[in-house]
């Protein structure tokens, strides 16, 4: 059974704070990526990586940066949190481009 | 530019009533078309992969169907377990290329 699980289901951070948003897959996958999902928006990339300490800016990157040490593990960074990153942040595993993408239970960030 | 557009945003429906979901999309070279259910505070849970016109898959009361323009969700004689967002996807050269989804309301 495939399986992605992120570090917390739920976070409170102060405007400012640095955040670490943890993700890890068990299935192998070359490629990972974040996304947060916002009412009326939907699912939007922030970063992905297609290989080890290798990664591509999202659609949205802006205010974020990311970590791939290892194959298994890719970490979502809040530099200075901010309270329009109040949001549903997902990560999701694939093992390339054609197939399918697996996410994670998410976890929602709250930034007062 | 790669788009997908899902309709209707929310559908109501009564227990038993069947009807359809729409995904369309404009992807130059699709590579494949996923239907994902979310329930509300969960990550999407992966439903279908279709990757060529003609192409259905079925689960249980839900049926997905592909052609080149648009892939259909059917959903029969629904049950109120079946409420919850779907979501449809494309990728094409690396990306996906997610619709906002339609939530879907069973009543009993």
């Known amino acids: 059974d495939v399986k992605v699980t992120q570090s917390s289901r739920y976070l409170v951070k102060r405007t400012g704070e640095k955040v670490f948003l943890e993700c890890v897959q068990d299935?192998?996958?070359?490629?990972m990526f974040w996304y947060r999902q916002d009412p009326g928006l939907g699912l939007r990339l922030i970063y992905f990586?297609?290989?080890?300490?290798?990664?591509e800016k999202g659609d949205i990157p802006e205010g974020y940066s990311v970590s791939r040490e290892k194959k298994e593990r890719f970490s979502l960074i809040l530099e200075s949190a901010s309270t329009n990153q109040t949001s549903m942040y997902l990560c999701?595993?694939?093992?390339?481009?054609?197939?399918?993408?697996?996410f994670g239970p998410g976890t929602r960030l709250l930034v007062l | 530019e790669d788009q997908v557009t899902q309709s209707p945003e929310a559908l109501r429906l009564q227990e038993g009533e069947s009807s359809s979901l729409n995904c369309s999309y404009t992807?130059?070279?699709?590579?494949?078309l996923f239907w994902y259910r979310q329930d509300p505070g969960k990550g999407p849970e992966f439903l279908f992969t279709?990757?060529?016109a003609g192409e259905e898959k079925e689960k249980e009361r839900l049926k997905a169907t592909l052609t080149k323009k648009e892939s259909f969700l059917h959903i029969t004689a629904p049950k109120p377990e079946d409420s919850a967002t779907y979501l449809c996807?494309?990728?094409?050269?690396?990306?996906?290329?997610f619709g906002t989804g339609t939530r879907l309301k069973v009543l009993a």
């Open positions: 999701a595993g694939r093992q390339s481009p054609s197939e399918t993408q697996y």
């Open positions: 299935m192998d996958h070359e490629n």
């Open positions: 279709l990757y060529s």
């Open positions: 992807v130059s070279g699709l590579r494949g």
């Open positions: 990586s297609y290989d080890v300490k290798m990664k």
């Open positions: 996807a494309v990728v094409g050269t690396y990306k996906y290329i």
